[in-house]
């Protein structure tokens, strides 16, 4: 895989070992951070002029329903149901979900897959494999059991996902991370049967019904938080107030979870959870309200969409900081840009005013998957994949709703 060497950047390790940069350079070596500080050299190394940028770690999208990549923006009507989709529909909609995911520095995603034929597993699968990303494939689907004739690529982590509990247990004797969808609705708040088996190797997402005794539990045991302020807010679900994480030491990861109504970067997620718990304090602080903590600041919101991110699935020993020995997981993001410059305060720019366009290199494993802005994809290929699927779907979408009509 040989040496890339990023130079001159402002670089972000988010490692309190290794320290942040104001000018500095990366050494990837053999598909791992080898080296950060200033002045570095590498013979034969590839050399990345990082001049105007901040290199950072790649986003973490911790909890994303991919197979509806194909209906960005549409909302929540006219749902198109999950039987209606071929293999080629789920190959398609994974693979040009996930290259958007690339596109926005996203270099880890969880796929929450539920679809219910094993057929549809192995495409799935296969566009994980052919994107390059590194994804956790949470299989979802009732009853679970094994992927059928595809293998994951060495760049996916298989986990297990549902509320469940006994598959829960064929989980853990498989080795597998528990994911679950939890407190979704007024119907069902709180943990309910799943208090009794929390452990550090279960990931909830949501937990917008949560009672405080619940996050109390949560906290306890070690298990880890997702939430997608986003998506949330859009879909209508009660946002879980993020001060009520903070309180407890709970650092949750982020996720865009659907682009039916969430944009498909961290950017904007990083924005919604800070900027939920700034309005609720000032909410607060308006009614007269004293000892109120303080604001969510963007050194933490940043971590929140990288290395807390990777610990909450499981993959923060892989990704998530330029750690020396990690998978370089690298996000190079430009900063000579209108939209963003002058530099004021680096972090503070990530979060609150950077957003794709400002994506000019992307490394998995120290793999380059984006160079000056350029996916190195077959995206017209993916693009006329995801055309063909959507005209298909939309079409069993039709008849369906007409089936019902008088003829």
């Not at 659907?258 to 919604?272: K, N, V």
């Amino acid at each position: 895989m040989g040496r890339t060497l990023l130079k001159g950047g402002c670089v972000l390790s988010l490692d309190r070992k290794v320290g942040n940069f104001r000018v500095a350079d990366v050494l990837i070596e053999e598909g791992r951070i080898a080296e950060v500080g200033p002045d570095l050299r590498a013979r034969g190394a590839e050399v990345v002029d990082a001049a105007d940028t901040i290199v950072m770690p790649g986003f973490v999208d911790a909890h994303r329903h991919l197979w509806e990549s194909l209906f960005r923006g549409r909302g929540d009507g006219d749902n198109v149901p999950e039987s209606a989709f071929s293999s080629d529909d789920v190959y398609a909609a994974s693979l040009i979900g996930l290259l958007g995911a690339l596109e926005a520095g996203i270099t880890s995603l969880v796929d929450w897959y539920g679809m219910p034929e094993g057929a549809h597993v192995d495409a799935a699968l296969q566009a994980h494999a052919d994107s390059g990303l590194r994804t956790v494939f949470v299989d979802a689907r009732s009853g679970g059991g094994e992927p059928g004739g595809a293998s994951a690529s060495p760049l996916t982590t298989l986990a297990e996902g549902g509320n469940d509990t006994g598959a829960w247990s064929t989980a853990r004797q498989r080795g597998r991370r528990i994911h679950a969808h939890a407190a979704i609705s007024s119907e069902q708040r709180g943990l309910g049967v799943m208090a009794s088996m929390l452990a550090g190797d279960v990931t909830l997402v949501h937990g917008s019904y949560f009672e405080d005794r619940d996050l109390d539990l949560v906290a306890s045991s070690g298990a880890a938080m997702v939430i997608a302020p986003s998506s949330e807010m859009a879909g209508g679900l009660e946002p879980l107030q993020v001060q009520q994480l903070v309180d407890r030491g709970i650092r949750p990861g982020l996720a865009v979870d659907t682009e039916r109504f969430s944009p498909g970067d961290i950017f904007a997620q990083m924005r919604a959870a800070i900027s939920l718990q700034h309005a609720r304090l000032f909410d607060l602080k308006l009614a007269g309200k004293a000892g109120l903590p303080k604001l969510l600041t963007t050194r933490e919101v940043i971590r929140y969409g990288t290395i807390d991110g990777a610990r909450a699935i499981g993959l923060g020993e892989v990704t998530g900081s330029l750690t020396p020995g990690k998978q370089a997981d690298v996000v190079v993001l430009r900063t000579d840009r209108p939209n963003i410059y002058p530099i004021n305060d680096p972090i503070g720019a990530v979060v609150w005013g950077m957003d794709t366009s400002n994506v000019d290199w992307v490394f998995v494993a120290g793999r380059p998957m984006m160079r000056a802005g350029i996916l190195e994809a077959d995206v017209e290929r993916a693009r006329d994949l995801a055309a063909g699927a959507h005209q298909r779907l939309s079409r069993a979408s039709e008849a369906l709703s007409h089936a019902g009509e008088p003829a």
